[in-house]
Nanobody
Framework: QVQLVESGGGLVQAGGSLRLSCAASGRTFSSYAMGWFRQAPGKEREFVAGISWSGGTTYYADSVKGRFTISRDNAKNTVYLQMNSLKPEDTAVYYC?????????????????WGQGTQVTVSS
């Protein structure tokens, strides 16, 4: 069992930055690949970024590539999402998720555990 708790969301102006954190419980955190997803009002949940269990491999949605960076610290059971050059279209609830595999997937249905989400609002 893994419990995930996101933090770091908030209101920021366009062009600004935020860093999201996702703290995981359990001693097997390093056995899970992790992903960040987001869901805007009236839209489907979409993949944002993923990181392998070791942290050695990362994946990004085209819409955030070059602006967002995912990382993890297995000693702290935490995964991060550094978001720079934020745009109003990045406004959404951001969720972290864990999948019992070495590499992440873009398919939300494959993830085993989800956090409660944190709101990110980017004003223009």
């Amino acid at each position: 069992q893994v419990q995930l708790v996101e933090s770091g969301g908030g209101l920021v102006q366009a062009g600004g930055s935020l860093r999201l954190s996702c703290a995981a419980s359990g001693r097997t955190f390093s056995s899970y690949a992790m992903g960040w997803f987001r869901q805007a009002p009236g839209k489907e949940r979409e993949f944002v970024a993923g990181i392998s269990w070791s942290g050695g491999t990362t994946y990004y949605a085209d819409s955030v590539k070059g602006r967002f960076t995912i990382s993890r610290d297995n000693a702290k059971n935490t995964v991060y999402l550094q978001m720079n050059s934020l745009k109003p279209e990045d406004t959404a609830v951001y969720y972290c998720a864990a999948v019992a595999d070495h590499i992440p997937t873009m398919n939300a249905n494959w993830y085993d555990y989800w956090g409660q989400g944190t709101q990110v609002t980017v004003s223009s």
